[in-house]
């Protein structure tokens, strides 16, 4: 069965600090990785995604995410947060037969409150 | 991106009623439509997956006669939770994907829909 764990349930930062939110996976094959981020009262929004190719994948506002298969890890970082950064941020997971959007395996989330 | 609206946004329902929640495709065709459900402070939990025209798929533990999933129109899917009982008060999201483009790669979310009973 897919799991997918994020180590950290709040994560308090100033402006224009770095940002890097951990994930790590358990899958027995190859996988498709996401990161969503869910602005307050707002559906949830794709950030960025990792089916092949380059493991370092560059997302919208600045996001990137590695995706370093020897960790099974698909951390995401941003170099300078925003005041506007601030929500819920999952990770998720899915097989790679199904393609990119067959059902997900999703992590707790993570709060992230950026203070001004 | 692709718009995926659920209705309503919330609602409060008596204990032992049934509960409508419908999620609509407005600006593209989904084959396929995910129903997640969310507890306070827990990730997202798939409940089951529908494609348009057949029986959806449960995932391990979810109660099929309780969570009626119907998806007749490659807009829209209703998810009907039966004899509601306030332990399944929850956040129900829905997801869908579509044949063509952007939408065939990548599933777009629904706002929630927040489930009361009392």
């Known amino acids: 069965a897919q799991s997918v764990s994020q180590h950290n349930h709040h994560v308090i930062l100033s402006e224009a600090a770095s940002l890097e939110l951990g994930c790590n996976y358990s899958?027995?094959?190859?996988?498709?990785l996401f990161w969503y981020v869910q602005y307050p009262g707002q559906h949830l929004q794709l950030l960025l995604k990792?089916?092949?190719?380059?493991?370092l994948v560059k997302g919208i506002k600045g996001f990137e995410a590695e995706f370093i298969k020897s960790k099974f890890s698909f951390n995401l970082r941003k170099p300078s947060v925003q005041w506007s950064d601030t929500a819920e941020y999952f990770c998720a997971v899915n097989g790679n037969s199904g393609g990119g959007a067959d059902g997900l395996t999703f992590g707790k989330g993570t709060h992230l409150i950026i203070q001004p | 991106g692709a718009v995926v609206s659920q209705h309503p946004s919330w609602v409060i329902c008596k204990s032992g009623t049934s509960v409508k929640i419908e999620c609509r495709s407005l600006?593209?065709?989904?084959?396929?439509m995910f129903w997640y459900r969310q507890f306070p402070k827990q990730s997202l939990m798939l409940m089951a997956t529908?494609?348009?025209?057949?029986?959806?798929?449960?995932e391990q533990g979810v109660e099929k006669d309780k969570f009626l999933i119907n998806h007749a129109s490659l807009t829209l899917s209703t998810l009907t939770v039966t004899s509601a009982h306030p332990e399944d008060s929850s956040f129900y999201i829905c997801s869908a994907r579509g044949r063509k483009g952007q939408s065939s790669t990548e599933a777009f979310f629904g706002q929630g829909t927040r489930l009361t009973v009392v």
């Open positions: 529908s494609n348009e025209g057949s029986k959806a798929t449960y």
């Open positions: 600006d593209f065709q989904a084959t396929t």
């Open positions: 899958y027995g094959g190859t996988v498709n």
């Open positions: 990792y089916f092949s190719g380059d493991p």
